[in-house]
Nanobody, 115 residues
Framework: QVQLVESGGGLAQPGGSLRLSCAAS????????MSWYRQAPGKERELVAT???????NYADSVKGRFIISRTNAKNTVYLQMSSLKLEDTAVYFC?????????WGQGTQVTVSS
């Protein structure tokens, strides 16, 4: 069992930055993949970025070059550094952990980009 708690969401202006954190209730070095997803109003939940246990990362095309996913095993935490924010980045951001064939989700944190 893994509990995930996201934090760091809030209001940002276009071009601004935010850093999201996802704290896990257990050591993440045994978690196969950790990911960030987002869901905008009226839209499907979409993958933003993933990081494997080896540190390999992948990004959605829409955030490449602007977002960076990282993990600190010592703190059982995964981060999403978001820069050059756009209006279309507004969404609820969710953290997800995959342990073998089981998925765990956090409760989400709201990110609003507005001028």
């Amino acid at each position: 069992q893994v509990q995930l708690v996201e934090s760091g969401g809030g209001l940002a202006q276009p071009g601004g930055s935010l850093r999201l954190s996802c704290a896990a209730s257990r050591t993440i070095d045994s978690i196969n993949v950790m990911s960030w997803y987002r869901q905008a109003p009226g839209k499907e939940r979409e993958l933003v970025a993933t990081i494997g246990s080896s540190g390999v990362t992948n990004y959605a095309d829409s955030v490449k070059g602007r977002f960076i996913i990282s993990r600190t095993n010592a703190k059982n935490t995964v981060y999403l550094q978001m820069s050059s924010l756009k209006l279309e980045d507004t969404a609820v951001y969710f953290c997800r952990a995959r342990v073998l064939f089981t998925l765990y989700w956090g409760q989400g944190t709201q990110v609003t980009v507005s001028s």
